[in-house]
């Protein structure tokens, strides 16, 4: 049985939504966040506290993007990745790691300064920065989804649910009422 550790609103959506798209069944393990420092017993599990930490048999992963390539992979085949035999698998391959190394990371700044410090270590220009960071990165996402439903493939892939993680993201912390239209419109 998969067993997902999963915070509301953290990265863990990603693999918690493929394992839904996939109709896998799954354990699924509720924590605080942040739960290294409201679940302090999940270090343990995982030492430097990163959700999601996914468990399938001796195969344990804690990257979200990584997790949802795994699960399609092991699980599949499915229409949700793209197979290195089709013409978009580069595209999909790079959207899936520019959904946290683009996308996410500026955002976790924005977050952290503007929201999850103590009000004495906040930092409006770190946030302010950073957010944007992301919105100059976000402009791929506009361009792509100026001419198509979908980022590649011609379908609904792992990529629309690794960048749509991170426009939720977007959202949730303020940030989704920048979006230009078509990234609104997507």
């Known amino acids: 049985m998969i067993t997902l ?8 959506f990603r693999p918690l939504w ?26 343990a599990l995982t030492p ?3 959700i999601p930490l996914r468990i399938d048999g001796d ?6 993007s ?21 013409p978009a698998f580069g595209a999909f391959l790079n959207w899936m790691y520019f959904s946290d190394a683009t996308l996410t990371f500026p955002q976790t700044l924005v977050l952290r300064y503007s929201q999850l410090e103590p009000e004495d270590r906040r930092n409006p220009q770190v946030a302010g920065d950073y957010a944007k960071w992301f919105f100059g990165r976000l402009r791929a996402v506009e361009t792509a989804t100026a001419t198509a439903e979908t980022l590649c493939a011609g379908r609904f892939t792992a990529a629309e649910i690794v960048i749509g993680y991170a426009l939720r993201l977007a959202g949730n912390i303020g940030l989704a009422g920048n979006f230009g239209p078509n990234v609104a419109a997507y």
């Not at 394992?19 to 270090?43: I, T, V």
């Not at 990584?66 to 089709?86: F, K, N, W």
């Open 48 to 50: 430097l506290g990163p």
């Open 5 to 12: 550790y999963h915070c509301h609103a953290a990265r863990s």
């Open 59 to 64: 195969t344990r992963m804690t990257e979200s």
């Open 18 to 43: 493929m394992l839904e798209e996939l109709g896998l069944p799954y354990d699924l393990k509720m924590l605080p966040f942040p739960p290294r420092a409201f679940a302090k017993e999940s270090l």
């Open 66 to 86: 990584g997790i949802c390539h795994y699960l399609g992979t092991r699980y599949g085949p499915t229409p949700l990745l793209v197979s290195a035999d089709e």
